[in-house]
């Protein structure tokens, strides 16, 4: 007996694939911060209608990746400490209430998924300079971080996560290609997934946050000679 046709997976509109192409540009630097977006240049590099240009921008403008002006089109939103600390901040506030209701709703398969995910990034290498190693790191790493939460079964929150983790990825990359995986990486990320699957929730939400302040603190570091808005 014949079995039924698997459902394919829905295709990407092609609105959607521009949007990914011009999201990694700009979280990779190949569009720069404050780089003014000129639509005619862009069409014709990427061989691309103009409507579905647009539409993509228009996602990235909504995800704040792109600033639109009027009369003065669009701009790769810049980078600032002012904008890494909101962002440091947000994430602050929303990633260790996530967690605890993880906790809470997480079942031994959450327990198994986030070891697992731990498991990848804590042996994937990170070698500055080699972009594949480095894409290779910062996928186990969002994965092992959002694994982390997602039971938190809060969708508005979790696409508030995804917005602010595109946002922190720009300051980020900044940073990877500068420094080699660190052995304190390594150790708060085991310390924050023993906490949570443990059900140590105050310790684990601690950790957490004691995590995201130090990357912060590092990346701060990193970009403050660079920005003229630094203090």
């Known amino acids: 007996m014949a079995q039924p046709a698997a459902h394919p997976l829905p295709k990407r509109t092609r609105a959607e694939d521009i949007e990914v192409r ?57 980078i600032s400490v002012a904008n890494l600390d909101e962002v440091a901040a947000l994430r602050i506030e929303l990633e260790p209430y996530a967690l605890r209701c993880a906790m809470k709703n997480g079942g031994l398969e959450w327990e198994a998924a986030v070891m697992g995910a731990l498991h990848r990034l804590n042996h994937t290498l990170r070698v500055p300079g080699d972009p594949a190693s480095l894409a290779q790191w910062e996928a186990a790493n969002n994965a092992f971080h959002e694994t982390l939460i997602g039971r938190c079964d809060m969708p508005l929150l979790m696409k508030m996560y995804h917005q602010l983790v595109a946002l922190n990825d720009r300051y980020r990359h900044i940073y990877l290609k500068a420094t080699p995986i660190q052995r304190e990486v390594i150790d708060e990320h085991t310390a924050i997934a023993h906490a949570a699957i443990e059900r140590r929730a105050d310790e684990a939400a601690a950790l957490l946050t004691g995590h995201i302040t130090r990357s912060t603190s590092n990346l701060r570091r990193l970009i403050v000679a660079d920005l003229p808005e630094a203090p």
């Open 22 to 78: 011009l999201r990694h540009d700009i979280l990779h630097g190949i569009l720069k911060p404050g780089e003014k977006l000129n639509l005619d240049r862009l069409r014709e590099a990427m061989g691309i209608g103009l409507s579905p240009l647009r539409e993509a921008i228009n996602r990235l403008v909504a995800s704040g990746l792109v600033e639109s002006e009027a009369m003065k089109g669009y701009t790769v939103t810049p």
